[in-house]
T-cell receptor
Framework: QKEVEQDPGPLSVPEGAIVSLNCTYSNSAFQYFMWYRQYSRKGPELLMYTYSSGNKEDGRFTAQVDKSSKYISLFIRDSQPSDSATYLCAMNIRSGNTGKLIFGQGTTLQVKP | NAGVMQNPRHLVRRRGQEARLRCSPMKGHSHVYWYRQLPEEGLKFMVYLQKENIIDESGMPKERFSAEFPKEGPSILRIQQVVRGDSAAYFC??????????????FGPGTRLTVL
């Protein structure tokens, strides 16, 4: 079983739709949660970073964390064709001096005009 | 303010040759991380370095792979005697010190290694 599970998709939605991207994890030591966006043939770009259960909003993006269910989500409102990319969730443990992020496989999103 | 820089962007090697991948962190960042991305897979952690120190190399293959981050100059990921299975995109990330830094890593554009 992978530490972090993410449906690879692809997920195709019409422009303007609300997109929901999800990850589940098995390691209860994970306390920090990140979402990255990766365009084709580019490096990942940090979108959101959160460490507490609940919601965090940034523009059209909302990150949600439910530690009791070991489940995190990223919502994109009013999706645009420019949002078409692969979205990667990433996690880190709390203790120790570690920069070892554990990534999900990534979900490919296509927003159609 | 330049971001994380990696070179070369594309590298082709024949089996048995050596590959050297370079990474210059963002200005003000003293921590460097290397990740590998195989086709259809997510990013896999390889190694975490600070200047002149390897902090965590738990993701590095035991043989043929090495990394350094010297006092002066870029971080280097070195792969000796490359095999076809080493073909992948290699990404470098950098951060500021501290726990928040570990969780806010900024990635470079990657080096795509092809082994013939």
């Amino acid at each position: 079983q992978k530490e972090v599970e993410q449906d690879p998709g692809p997920l195709s939605v019409p422009e303007g739709a609300i997109v929901s991207l999800n990850c589940t994890y098995s390691n209860s030591a994970f306390q920090y949660f990140m979402w990255y966006r990766q365009y084709s043939r580019k490096g990942p770009e940090l979108l959101m970073y959160t460490y507490s259960s609940g919601n965090k909003e940034d523009g059209r993006f909302t990150a949600q964390v439910d530690k009791s269910s070991k489940y995190i989500s990223l919502f994109i409102r009013d999706s645009q064709p420019s949002d078409s990319a692969t979205y990667l969730c990433a996690m880190n443990i709390r203790s120790g001096n570690t920069g070892k992020l554990i990534f999900g496989q990534g979900t490919t999103l296509q927003v159609k005009p | 303010n330049a971001g994380v820089m990696q070179n070369p962007r594309h590298l082709v090697r024949r089996r048995g040759q050596e590959a050297r991948l370079r990474c210059s962190p963002m200005k003000g960042h003293s921590h460097v991380y290397w990740y590998r991305q195989l086709p259809e897979e997510g990013l896999k952690f390889m190694v975490y370095l600070q200047k002149e120190n390897i902090i965590d190399e738990s993701g590095m293959p035991k043989e043929r792979f090495s990394a350094e981050f010297p006092k002066e100059g870029p971080s280097i990921l070195r792969i000796q005697q490359v095999v076809r299975g080493d073909s992948a995109a290699y990404f470098c990330a950098s951060s500021q010190p501290g726990l928040a830094g570990h969780n806010e890593q900024f990635f470079g554009p990657g080096t795509r290694l092809t082994v013939l």
